[in-house]
């Protein structure tokens, strides 16, 4: 057997197993037997129905949505900047994002489609807003559209503040600050099922355009020369990336690191940018998420973590390992 195909064996069964150890944690205890039943329909007791079908079940497919959507995001920047630090937040995506469902929150539109529009169409004028600097400029370097990015995101994020200032000590703001640190816990059956239809679409799309995101990694004149408008599906792929990238925000709050360390992981196995990384870069998001996600529930007893606290630990050795190998420390 090739090793390739080893590795995706590898990588979908302990993604199994991690799903299943999920499913069992949480504040109500649910044992393997009694979930084999409730697959089954077996069961009868109405309460484990009720958990396990309305809130477990929801909670482990939106983890496994989320960390897809932000490890192939994640990979999807870092290829058309050609910049290993490249990710939703460093492009003004996720902080405009933000923005937007701060600002649903703040005024009273909590609703799971609000969100999404909220964080939407935030993001997607935090993306128009980066397009716009970088026109001003008339640089169509990648390092141009990072530094644009940086600057929108600032001014996202002073915003947010200004939200948490004039916000409800009592209420708002307890909520804004406990969504901006990211957390599964509020995830429902409707809300899994609203992030799954708004998340697929531009996933299937940026899946099916791989390769002519691996043209625009090697750079706009290359690109334009194997037949590819580089200016005009940068841009392209940047929408549908902002899309899923708000779709997951709106519903889980910010989740940090996942969409940067998860293609540094995908390429340490892969050891190549080209065929399924973007798929396997998802995997390891889901992954990053789903473990993180079941830490959160059990390191405090009667208490949860937010996840971007693990998500953020789980990033140091990664950042210390790639920094090692920059200078050469590591082979």
């Known amino acids: 057997m090739k090793k390739k195909h080893l590795k995706w064996i590898y990588i979908v069964l302990f993604l199994l197993i991690v799903c299943c150890g999920s499913l ?19 069961s009868t007791d109405v309460m484990a129905q009720q958990v396990f079908y309305t809130l477990r079940m929801p909670r482990v497919l939106m983890g496994l949505l989320a960390g897809m959507a932000l490890g192939v995001a994640g990979a999807v920047y870092q290829m058309i900047f050609s910049n290993p630090l490249a990710s939703p937040d460093l492009t ?103 992030t799954f239809f708004s998340m697929m679409i531009p996933l299937v799309l940026l899946l099916l355009c791989h390769r002519q995101i691996v043209m625009l990694s090697l750079g706009d004149d290359n690109a334009r ?12 792929v940047l929408l549908l990336t902002t899309w899923m990238v708000a779709t997951i925000v709106a519903m889980t709050g910010v989740i940090s690191f996942v969409g940067l360390i998860a293609p540094h992981i995908a390429y340490l196995i892969l050891k190549k940018r080209t065929g399924s990384f973007l798929l396997i870069s998802g995997c390891i998001g889901s992954l990053i998420i789903l473990v993180g996600d079941m830490l959160a529930r059990s390191l405090i007893p009667g208490a949860e973590l937010p996840l971007s606290i693990l998500t953020i630990f789980f990033s140091t050795p990664v950042f210390i390992f790639w920094m090692m190998k920059q200078r050469g420390r590591i082979q």
């Open 225 to 236: 020369y194997l037949g590819l408008n580089a200016q005009t599906f940068r841009i392209a």
């Open 24 to 42: 069992l944690i949480g504040s109500y205890h649910l044992s393997l037997d009694e979930i084999l039943l409730l697959i089954s329909g077996q």
């Open 92 to 194: 003004g995506v996720a902080s405009g994002a933000s923005l937007g469902a701060a600002l649903a929150i703040v005024i009273g539109a909590g609703s799971a489609f609000e969100m999404i529009i909220g964080s939407f169409v935030m993001g997607l004028l935090a993306l128009l807003f980066v397009i716009l600097l970088v026109k001003m400029t008339g640089s169509q370097h990648a390092t141009t559209y990072i530094l644009a990015g940086i600057i929108i995101s600032a001014l996202a994020d002073a915003s947010i503040m200004i939200f948490k200032y004039i916000s409800d000590p009592l209420g708002e703001l307890a909520a804004i600050e406990f969504w901006i640190m990211g957390s599964l816990s509020a995830i429902t059956l409707n809300h899994m099922l609203i």
